[in-house]
């Protein structure tokens, strides 16, 4: 969980930047922040799950666990592409999708810390 939270405060510092904001990084590491904590949330379970970058895939193991979650499917499938597509060229965000992709990464955190017993 101390690499998510990296990636969390990664995105957000990116979001926030005035002078040059990468929102492509910003992006990436809001995807980064929850595979990881959805995959922390899945072990602490002791629910096996695959190594994919596929938040969706991941999500179904979790929607077994707490159906609350499938609301954050639509989210989750937006958010998966920055695994991977936003690292090469042809494929940019802008300011409007990296807050989204916080905002989804920072829901998926809450959710998983609350599950964890976690603070904030």
Same mark, same amino acid.
């Given at each position: 969980?101390?690499?998510?939270?990296?990636?969390?405060?990664?995105?957000?510092?990116?979001?926030?930047?005035?002078?040059?904001?990468?929102?492509?990084?910003?992006?990436?590491?809001?995807?980064?922040?929850?595979?990881?904590?959805?995959?922390?949330?899945?072990?602490?379970?002791?629910?096996?799950?695959?190594?994919?970058?596929?938040?969706?895939?991941?999500?179904?193991?979790?929607?077994?666990?707490?159906?609350?979650?499938?609301?954050?499917?639509?989210?989750?499938?937006?958010?998966?592409? /920055?695994?991977?597509?936003?690292?090469?060229?042809?494929?940019?965000?802008?300011?409007?999708?990296?807050?989204?992709?916080?905002?989804?990464?920072?829901?998926?955190?809450?959710?998983?810390?609350? /599950?964890?017993?976690?603070?904030?």
């Amino acid at each position: 969980m101390s690499k998510a939270e990296g990636d969390f405060v990664t995105a957000s510092r990116e979001l926030r930047a005035r002078k040059s904001p990468n929102y492509d990084a910003a992006c990436f590491h809001a995807q980064q922040c929850a595979e990881k904590y959805i995959k922390a949330l899945l072990h602490a379970s002791a629910v096996p799950f695959p190594k994919t970058h596929d938040l969706e895939a991941l999500l179904g193991q979790v929607v077994a666990m707490d159906p609350s979650w499938e609301m954050l499917r639509p989210d989750l499938e937006a958010l998966t592409t /920055h695994a991977v597509a936003v690292r090469y060229p042809g494929w940019s965000t802008n300011r409007a999708v990296a807050r989204g992709a916080l905002a989804t990464a920072r829901e998926v955190r809450r959710r998983a810390r609350l /599950h964890l017993r976690l603070r904030g």
